[in-house]
T-cell receptor, first 111, second 116 residues
């Protein structure tokens, strides 16, 4: 059964304090993994797609990495505007195009 | 990037009424759209997969007669919550996949449904 687990569930950081979010998954025939950012009351906003182990992608203060079993979202010197819920999602093993979402990590960055 | 428009963003209705939510892909054709439901502080739960020109595929436990999905064109899918009850109150989000098979999903801004 496809499963995605994100940790921690919640993370509080001071502005400038770097950290990492974890996404662990069990999906057969992994065909990539997506990271999204979701603000309260809004739909998820696409951040990254990673397709193979060892791949890295960066966007501003965010960097996503992928291994065979997990993915990390590194946040370097975060700012209060980075506060949001971060969701990871691999495509389902069934190859139907649907994504399997983790429960998310809610990040709060205090000034 | 691709844009998915969802309307309305918020709706309040009385128990027993039906509510229709629209999801449009604005700058690409979407053969497949997905409807998710999200309760407070929980993740997105897939309700159904909507395929243009064919019947939707519902996830286990989702009542197809309760949540009617229509995907009549390559740019529009609708979700109708029939005979809504307070327990149907939730945040509904659609997503669209472009027709070229890219598995990247673009999400709408969501609809907050409150049933009184």
């Amino acid at each position: 059964e496809d499963q995605v687990t994100q940790s921690p569930e919640a993370l509080r950081l001071q502005e400038g304090e770097s950290s990492s979010l974890n996404c662990s998954y069990t999906v057969s025939g992994l065909r990539g993994l997506f990271w999204y950012r979701q603000d309260p009351g809004k739909g998820p906003e696409f951040l990254f797609t990673l397709y193979s182990a060892g791949e890295e992608k960066e966007k501003e203060r965010l960097k996503a990495t992928l291994t065979k079993k997990e993915s990390f979202l590194h946040i370097t010197a975060p700012k209060p505007e980075d506060s949001a819920t971060y969701l990871c999602a691999p495509p389902a093993s069934s190859n139907t195009g649907k994504l399997i979402f983790g429960q998310g990590t809610t990040l709060q960055v205090k000034p | 990037g691709a844009v998915v428009s969802q309307h309305p963003s918020r709706v309040i209705c009385k128990s027993g009424t039906s509510v229709k939510i629209e999801c449009r892909s604005l700058d690409f054709q979407a053969t497949t759209m997905f409807w998710y439901r999200q309760f407070p502080k929980q993740s997105l739960m897939l309700m159904a997969t909507s395929n243009e020109g064919s019947k939707a595929t519902y996830e286990q436990g989702v009542e197809k007669d309760k949540f009617l999905i229509n995907h009549a064109s390559l740019t529009l899918s609708t979700l109708t919550v029939t005979s809504a009850h307070p327990e149907d109150s939730s945040f509904y989000i659609c997503s669209a996949r472009d027709y070229r098979g890219n598995e990247k999903l673009f999400f709408g801004s969501g609809t907050q449904l409150s049933v009184l």
